[in-house]
């Protein structure tokens, strides 16, 4: 964190526990947080080989704090076993995501669970049951991250996932975590061959005032990340906004024509905040985006 505020990852890539050379790989591409996977893509008679590999992952990382692990739901027996791991692993992941969860005492019981062995990760939980849209605020206010899940959430709907299908789930989220400052986190893209369709979908959900995105597939990243990613530009105009509400006295001014006044600032103050925590923890002043979105 920088001066109170959290650095928010940008990207997230998926890379499910079967084999250490593919997790360490996976390392290797640029997203902001790895997430090792030991829930869906690991099968119910791997899981115990898919905790050692990530384990040894987590031992071989040069940047743990930036390595996630998404573990099972936590009231089956698999979850159990996965916090008895990362509780004796020696060194701890930056982040825990949870799946299945249906209440913000979830949140609290499995911090608590994990503060018990010195393990303080930062927990995100997957918003993928119709419980957890419910009760947003509870979940919200609990984790430090939402993370939007499509594919379940549709299964219980009944719906196909599309825009329109997701959008009252995400209007919620982005809204909730607004309110309790909490990180929010778009759905991964299952349309592997039509990249317009990640683009036009990312894009959008930074619209909504998502944060993040993840990703299965590593080919995807350079796209979210140019597209969530802090952009030079737009730091620039965000104290460029700051700095002509503050020579007005707090008051409303005028910027290249445009009437900019004390809410205009206060959003100004947390885009610059934010970019700078992400360039704290996550990358360095040369890492932003310049204008017009090019790397």
């Avoid at 993370?147 to 549709?154: E, I, M, Q, R, T």
Wanted: one cysteine or more.
């Amino acid at each position: 964190m920088t001066g109170g505020v959290r650095a928010v990852p940008s990207s997230f890539l998926y890379t499910p526990a079967l084999s250490l050379e593919r997790v360490m790989k996976a390392q290797s591409y640029d997203a902001d947080m790895h997430l090792i996977d030991l829930e869906d893509s690991v099968p119910p008679a791997d899981k115990p080989a898919a905790r050692a590999v990530c384990r040894a992952a987590l031992e071989k990382s040069v940047r743990p704090m930036n390595v996630g692990v998404r573990v099972n739901e936590l009231g089956s027996l698999a979850a159990v076993h996965d916090v008895q791991m990362l509780a004796d692993s020696p060194v701890k992941p930056g982040l825990v995501l949870m799946t299945m969860v249906t209440s913000g005492h979830e949140v609290e019981l499995l911090r608590r669970m994990l503060a018990s062995a010195d393990a303080h990760p930062e927990i995100y939980v997957t918003v993928e049951t119709v419980e957890a849209v419910a009760r947003i605020d509870s979940v919200a206010r609990a984790a430090d991250g939402l993370v939007l899940g499509s594919a379940d959430l549709a299964a219980t709907l009944g719906v196909d996932i599309n825009w329109e299908n997701m959008l009252a789930a995400r209007q919620a989220m982005a809204m909730s975590c607004a309110r309790f400052g909490t990180a929010c986190v778009d759905t991964a893209n299952y349309r592997l061959a039509e990249p317009d369709v990640l683009a036009e979908e990312t894009s959008r959900v930074r619209a909504l005032g998502f944060h993040g995105k993840v990703t299965v597939h590593p080919s995807e990243l350079a796209t979210i990340n140019r597209i969530l990613r802090p952009r030079a530009d737009e730091l620039d105009q965000a104290r460029r906004v700051a700095a002509a509400v503050a020579a007005a006295n707090g008051g409303i001014a005028v910027l290249d024509g445009h009437m900019v006044g004390p809410p205009f600032a206060r959003r100004a103050r947390d885009t610059i905040a934010r970019g700078d925590a992400w360039t704290s923890r996550f990358g360095s002043a040369a890492d932003t985006v310049g204008n017009g979105g090019e790397a």
